[in-house]
């Protein structure tokens, strides 16, 4: 399989705490692509990093990448109860017709 | 704002009937894409469409059919459901750029 993993599978934290999520990949990339899901509804595009980036910020998101390991993070920092959702990472393949998604981590935050 | 639209958000069909999913999306993309998603499973790609009338199979295409006749439509076809096709079917586009894809809202299928 090409997809993406993420780990861990799950993670409860308190409101206010950052929580850190993660993604390992088997192939060489153009970018990768992190998704968010709320339980029952499509997935929304959260943030892109490209293969010669390593670190990106979008508001109270931080991802980074490490081609060496085949490896991204994503960090939410000040974590509020409305990011409980579940976490996806997307590596789009070949001409960009394929997209391959991990399992996802779902993300508890307890008000 | 971008929009991919699934025509039914929940849907009930008996075993052995003949299941359409459409998808429609607004924003002249190039492809499209068919995914099922189960719990613990994550997403699988079932098809997915690069052009008009071309298609190529994704992990899982056993079971499905697809048929892309116009650019913005994206259907698929379960020609004799199975209780194991009860599922949640994510209808997703994106531009030939591969930068971001968008995702339908879903639809919940319960075979009886």
């Known amino acids: 399989s090409q997809q993406g993993e993420e780990d861990p599978q799950a993670l409860s934290i308190q409101e206010g705490e950052n929580a850190t999520m993660n993604c390992s990949y088997k192939?060489?990339?153009?970018?990768l692509q992190w998704y968010r899901q709320n339980s029952g509804r499509g997935l929304v595009h959260l943030i892109l990093?490209?293969?010669?980036?390593r670190e990106k910020h979008s508001g109270r998101l931080r991802v980074t990448l490490d081609t060496s390991k085949k490896s991204s993070s994503l960090l939410i920092t000040a974590s509020r109860a409305a990011d409980t959702a579940s976490y996806f990472c997307?590596?789009?393949?070949?001409?960009?017709?394929?997209?391959?998604f991990g399992s996802g981590t779902k993300l508890n935050v307890k008000p | 704002d971008v929009k991919v639209t699934q025509s039914s958000r929940y849907l009930v069909k008996r075993t052995g009937e003949k299941v359409f999913l459409e998808c429609v999306q607004d924003?002249?993309?190039?492809?499209m894409f068919w995914y099922r998603q189960d719990p613990g499973l994550g997403l699988r790609l079932i098809y997915f469409?690069?052009?008009?009338?071309?298609?190529e199979k994704g992990d899982i295409p056993e079971g499905y059919s697809v048929s892309r006749e116009k650019k913005e439509r994206f259907s698929l076809i379960l020609e004799s459901a199975s209780t194991n096709q009860t599922s949640m079917y994510l209808c997703?586009?994106?531009?030939?750029?591969?930068?971001?894809?968008?995702f339908g809202e879903g639809s919940w299928l319960t075979v009886v």
């Open positions: 997307a590596t789009p393949l070949y001409n960009f017709n394929k997209f391959y």
């Open positions: 997703a586009s994106s531009n030939s750029r591969g930068n971001t894809i968008y």
């Open positions: 469409s690069y052009d008009v009338k071309m298609k």
């Open positions: 924003m002249d993309h190039e492809n």
């Open positions: 990093i490209r293969s010669n980036e």
């Open positions: 192939t060489s990339i153009n970018n």
